[in-house]
Antibody, heavy 115, light 107 residues
Framework: VQLVESGGGVVQPGGSLRLSCAAS????????MHWVRQAPGKGLEWLAF????????FYADSVKGRLTISRDDSKNTLFLQMSSLTAEDTGVYFC?????????WGQGALVTVSS | ETVMTQSPATLSVSPGERVTLSCRAS??????VAWYQHKPGQAPRLLIY???TGATGIPARFSGSGSGTEFTLTINSLQSEDFAVYYC?????????FGQGTRVEIK
């Protein structure tokens, strides 16, 4: 199993960013997927989940309405669209496979929200 | 939202000692709790799921117990590679939440 996040970088407050996660080594379309983040000096925060058939999506209350999880099974890729970003969104964002617990993690993508 | 509270925040331990980490849920989460190990600069690693089931490849010195609202992760004979931050997390309905973590440091 390999999960590789990309799309991180520096974005201004109020801006938007889309993270991608390329998955390999397992049947991507058969598994739900999550995003989890870690702010600097803080603990892990679960953000969002998408079911294998996209029938259900769930979000943490703290990000509901600003983050959108999606997937493209034809490309084995998971996405996280982030908007109205603030400094509190700065952190490392992890793509995680569902087992249904968080069994395989990517190395993370760093997002910095700063002017 | 179910709040997961871990204690203590930090444990100072010598190699070879036995360590017990606690996690309390604000409401019953049945046995739907997992434990993760996280080292700086690395991806977190799943240790235990369903409160007491060891994940694939996890050494037998790691064990979990509990149900309802009280959970424990025990590490027998702590090894040098076990110094890390440990998180509990529930998957008993949405949203999932993590505890704030317990740092296990060298004494």
């Amino acid at each position: 199993v390999q999960l590789v996040e990309s799309g991180g970088g520096v974005v201004q407050p109020g801006g938007s960013l889309r993270l991608s996660c390329a998955a390999s080594g397992f049947n991507f379309s058969s598994y739900g997927m999550h995003w989890v983040r870690q702010a600097p000096g803080k603990g892990l925060e679960w953000l969002a989940f998408i079911q294998s058939d996209e029938k259900n999506k769930f979000y943490a209350d703290s990000v509901k309405g600003r983050l959108t999880i999606s997937r493209d099974d034809s490309k084995n890729t998971l996405f996280l669209q982030m908007s109205s970003l603030t400094a509190e969104d700065t952190g490392v964002y992890f793509c995680v496979k569902d087992m249904p617990v968080l069994d395989y993690w990517g190395q993370g993508a760093l997002v910095t929200v700063s002017s | 939202e179910t709040v997961m509270t871990q204690s203590p925040a930090t444990l100072s331990v010598s190699p070879g000692e036995r360590v017990t980490l606690s996690c309390r849920a604000s409401q019953s989460v049945n046995n739907n709790v997992a434990w993760y190990q996280h080292k700086p600069g690395q991806a977190p690693r799943l240790l235990i799921y369903a409160a007491s089931t060891g994940a694939t490849g996890i050494p037998a010195r790691f064990s979990g117990s509990g149900s309802g609202t009280e959970f424990t992760l025990t590490i027998n004979s702590l090894q040098s590679e076990d110094f890390a931050v440990y998180y509990c997390q529930h998957n008993n309905g949405w949203p999932w939440t993590f505890g704030q973590g317990t740092r296990v440091e060298i004494k």
